[in-house]
């Protein structure tokens, strides 16, 4: 990249500060730690210089926003052309009360839906299944039918706004339920845009919200990959996640790489079937977290896109849309604190300015009192208020990719690269994604990580303020939210009447095509919409599928 | 705790499992207890089950004990796994694999940390087989820390020994062909959905040819697919099988004998170690002979002569 | 001989995530206690039989759904009926204040929350088991 007589030059002044600058200050000034790492355990350097990244090719490794490798940005003008969507994830409690936080945030300048459903419905069971008892509406929304999305999205611009709705092993019914109701308020399935996570590996690896064994479950997915290129053009029929792999306890490094390695098996399943890969692959989105050390998940975020652009070309993709990563972002909830609560406003913060710098689509941020419950309306307008403050405020938007050319920022982008590149080796010597799934390979990853970064905390190597450092004796004073008592006994008697006043033998008959078909291979998201246009509840439809597919039970690995 | 014994022999779950306790932990009470237990056992039958990490042994278990339940039969499940030699502790999770079975109250499952045991086994399973067994059991299971050389334990206990296998293994059943590969009644391939499935039960069937000449019974091989319940009915055949022959060739009471061996070994050097080196009779002087030998004062012959002198006497 | 302290690490309900349950398994297991860890989506009946079975000495409950005052207080209440009164009950997870306070009335000794050192887990175990 440089010019090798000025490096040369370079160098010699450096060996030279070094020597009489460097050295001579660390001996009687040393270092307040012996070795500096960030949370992927990389060593970083006191000082990164141009002969970090002397190796690395401008035009072929960095170059443009909007064209390949994309490391700069997937659009020429990133956010100075347009900014990333605020969008808040949430909901809970029922349909009805989750509709009026939807309307309270798109109040206040939220720019995008998302949806949080509640542990039953992640699950595919309604309200009333014995194994939901408790769980009602407890950490997202409660929705066992059509009905209930009607409710949830009573009153609100779907036509014009954009749904993001985190579901996984049920998600083609729950997709299901938003087309269907779309249609029914005659919005035509060709306009509406959202997103659903549809993200199975990443539920065996991290997240547990599995339902269906990995080959049943890849169908579906595929299943939806094919319906939306045709049916529903605007809709992002996956978020491939590393936000769960990284809650799970992962480090940076692992996020990146188990990420993308599921991105790649889905595009090979995808193209297995048959389907052309410029046809799925702009359509598939990617959803990241945002956690504590600022230039590495900035420099995750670039690493990702480089090696998306790198690894899609590879596979035949031809079209630059299909080439170019966009991804959403969460800021870490793993790193929110019950203790001074209100501290995590400035964590989010910079957090979320990390996701910016690294040039994220879509953003939410977390509020302040997440760690002991779901987020009052004032904790997430001010988490709200933390986007639009860094948007107006700050200047970081007025460029696109402010960091690129940083000595360190580039190194460090790279390393992780390469780091990452490793751990693709090792999955594939162990015969690919799903048996390295059988075989526990990420679960135990995660875990040793996991359980090295509280040991680190234990033992004080690592601070967290508040925690264990900097600690004060209070009263936690945040107020928070309450959820109406009586919702789950609303639903479930909603439930009982929808069951008895729609058309039974029509359900019935749907239900049993969906059998069928599941049995056989054909797409099922026709047969499900029909399911969900005779009000055939989540917990019915799924049932199916569960006797056809069976369920998965996840290997021990601790 | 007086009727203890009775209550065990009830099939009380919670008396069953505090004896277990009680007898992990070289309580008095127990051994009182046994008197009463020991008696009643003999009619369950005792299958041990070892195999390499990741054979799926803990799964196999769940398969098999659903099937006897099937025909009614009543199961006992001792799931063994290592205690960590630094602290102490262990992880006790085969139970995962079983959590179905945990509210059917014809099948008891204890977790047990093999406490410094090498073998596999662990002190007290001898006792747990027993209290089982006489607590209505028809088939008592046990699942051993089975990895490799060193472990071969299971014997002693089991009438009917399983070493589980997986495909794949390749040179791995060379360098396990002394130890483990030696002491199984039957073998198991499981995951025999995985590649090289074919190549593994040639090599487990070229080791039985070399090792069944001139033996009144060739060893099985048997392929399973414990997560689908493929191979399971079959082989609880051979296990009923090996039961029979055991039975028909007299074989069973010898080897049952074998067992009490063990048992009486073990009680007599767990009661003699807990004399030299717990008791506080002797610790002292256990001790200052450490030091000696430390200081090279005395050797450990020695040593142990003085030890031993003063039990024999 | 040694006393083992036998501690039952389980999660009730459909909550899957099981970060913190697997790192508090390991560390109790760091302090020589025995484990059984009985994994994800398990019942109530299934943590009390488990817990009986084992003859455990502690049962560590894990939430993060939210449905800690049912799930918490319908395990506390059965190991009573079932006369295990003397199992030392401790959770954690995502339990605000008031909650815990609740549970605590509830029979559930210990509540631990986010911020929470595995030593001071060890410790309380150590201290409060009965036998």
């Known amino acids: 990249m440089f010019d090798k007589k000025e490096l040369e030059r370079i160098k010699q002044k450096k060996d030279e500060w070094d020597k009489n600058c460097y050295s001579k200050h660390v001996k009687t000034h040393p270092e307040r730690k012996d070795r500096f790492e960030n949370l992927s355990g990389i060593e970083i350097k006191n000082l990164y210089r141009p002969d970090d990244i002397a190796h690395l090719d401008y035009i072929k490794d960095f170059g443009f926003p909007g064209e390949y490798p994309f490391l700069r940005g997937i659009h020429p003008t990133m956010h100075r052309g347009r900014l990333w969507t605020m969008r808040q994830f949430s909901g809970f409690g029922s349909a009805e009360e989750t509709n009026q936080r939807y309307k309270y945030l798109l109040g206040h300048g939220e720019t995008g839906l998302s949806v949080a459903f509640d542990y039953p419905t992640l699950y595919g069971y309604d309200t009333d299944h014995p194994l939901s008892r408790g769980e009602f509406g407890k950490c997202g929304v409660a929705i066992s039918s059509l009905q209930d999305m009607e409710i949830l999205f009573s009153e609100i611009p779907i036509n014009n706004v954009t749904t993001s709705m985190t579901i996984n092993g049920p998600a083609a019914i729950v997709w299901g339920f938003y087309i269907a109701n779309a249609e029914n308020r005659g919005i035509s399935k060709d306009t509406i845009g959202g997103t659903i996570q549809n993200d199975i590996l990443k539920e065996y690896i991290a997240q547990k919200s599995f339902i269906f064994p990995p080959e049943p479950s890849m169908r579906l997915i595929v299943d939806t990959f094919e319906y939306g290129f045709k049916y529903v053009p605007r809709w992002n029929t996956i978020s491939i996640s590393g936000y769960h792999i990284r809650e799970a306890g992962s480090t940076a490094v692992q996020e990146l790489a188990f990420t993308l390695g599921d991105g790649l098996e889905y595009v090979k399943s995808a193209m297995e079937r048959g389907l052309l890969i410029d046809e799925f692959a702009p359509r598939l989105s990617f959803f990241f977290n945002a956690h504590n050390d600022f230039f590495e998940e900035i420099a995750k975020y670039r690493a990702a896109r480089r090696i998306w652009a790198k690894e899609l070309k590879k596979l035949g993709a031809k079209k630059p849309r299909s080439l170019l990563m966009r991804f959403h972002t969460q800021t870490a909830g793993c790193t929110l604190t019950a203790q001074q609560p209100e501290i995590n406003i400035t964590r989010v913060t910079l957090q979320a300015l990390a996701a910016i710098l690294g040039g994220t689509q879509s953003l939410h941020t977390n509020s302040m009192d997440e760690a002991l419950a779901l987020p009052s309306e004032k904790a997430v307008r001010i988490a709200l208020r933390t986007q639009q403050i860094i948007a107006e405020e700050s200047g970081v938007t007025d460029t696109v990719d402010p960091l690129g050319g940083s000595y360190y920022i580039e190194w460090l982008t790279d390393k992780m690269e390469e780091e990452t590149y490793e751990y693709f080796d090792k999955v594939e010597k162990l015969g690919g994604v799903i048996p390295a799934i059988e075989k526990g390979f990420f679960q135990r990853e995660i875990a040793e990580a996991a359980y090295r970064y509280q040991k680190q905390i234990d033992e004080n190597k690592r601070i967290i303020v508040g925690v264990n450092n900097y600690t004060i004796d209070e009263e936690i004073s945040v107020p928070i939210l309450k959820m109406d008592e009586k919702g789950e006994e609303r639903q479930i008697n909603r439930l009982k009447k929808l069951r008895k006043d729609r058309n039974n033998s029509k359900f019935e008959r749907n239900l049993e095509n969906l059998r069928k078909a599941a049995e056989g291979d054909e797409n099922l998201m026709p047969y499900i919409l029909d399911c969900v246009h005779s009000y055939a509840t989540l917990g019915e439809t799924c049932q199916v599928l569960r006797d056809v597919f069976g369920e998965y039970v996840e290997p021990a690995i601790y | 705790m007086n009727d203890i014994a009775a209550n065990v022999l009830k099939g009380d779950p919670r008396s069953i499992a505090r004896l277990i306790t009680l007898a992990e932990n070289n309580d008095p009470i127990a051994a009182n207890a046994m008197k009463t237990i020991h008696p009643k056992t003999g009619n369950a039958h005792v299958i041990g089950i070892t195999g390499v990490m990741g054979s799926g042994k803990s799964t196999l278990i769940y398969e098999l004990t659903r099937e006897y339940r099937k025909k009614g039969l009543k199961v006992g499940i001792i799931a063994i796994d290592p205690t960590s030699p630094f602290s102490g502790g262990a992880l006790l999770g085969d139970r995962i694999r079983m959590m179905e079975l945990a509210t059917d109250d014809g099948v008891f499952i204890r977790s047990m940390g093999t406490r410094g045991m090498l073998g596999g086994l662990t002190s007290a399973v001898y006792d747990v087989v027993e209290i089982l067994d006489a607590s209505g059991k028809n088939i008592v299971l046990v699942e051993t820390v089975g990895v490799g050389q060193a472990e071969v334990d299971v014997i002693k206990i089991a009438d009917t020994t399983l070493v589980v296998l997986v495909p794949g293994l390749g040179d791995s059943i060379q360098t396990i062909k002394a130890g483990i590969m030696e002491i199984a009644d039957i073998y198991v391939v499981n995951k025999a959905d995985r590649s090289g499935v074919e190549q593994t039960l040639a090599e487990v069937e070229s080791l039985v040819e070399i090792a069944c000449i001139n033996k009144d019974r060739k060893i099985p091989v048997l392929a399973t697919i414990s997560k689908e319940n493929k191979g399971i009915v079959e082989l609880i055949d051979e296990i009923n099988k090996h039961r029979e022959h055991l039975k028909k060739t007299k074989t069973f009471e010898a080897q049952r004998r074998k067992r009490y061996e063990a048992e009486l070994v073990e009680i007599i050097r767990k009661r003699l170690m807990n004399f030299i080196f717990d008791e506080s009779t002797f610790k002292g002087k256990v001790e200052s002979l450490i030091d000696q030998i430390s200081k090279k004062e005395l050797d450990p012959y020695t040593a142990a002569d003085e030890i031993l002198g003063k039990i024999l006497k | ?131």
């Open chain 3, 1 to 131: 001989m040694e006393r083992k302290i036998r501690v039952l690490v389980a999660k009730p309900g459909l909550d899957g995530h099981d970060r913190g349950a697997k790192i508090v398994a390991r560390a109790l297991r760091d302090a020589g206690m025995e484990v059984i860890y009985t994994g994800l989506h398990q019942t109530v009946d299934m943590i009390v039989e488990t817990a009986i079975q084992e003859d455990v000495d502690a049962v560590g409950l894990s939430l993060l759904s939210g449905a800690h005052m049912t799930l918490f207080v319908d395990v506390t209440r059965l190991l009573k009926e079932k006369g295990m009164e003397d199992v030392l009950v401790v959770g954690g997870g995502i339990i605000p204040e008031d909650d815990a306070l609740k549970l605590k009335k509830a029979g559930v000794a210990g509540v631990f929350g986010p911020g929470t050192r595995c030593d001071d887990i060890v410790k309380f175990i150590k201290k409060n088991v009965k036998r």
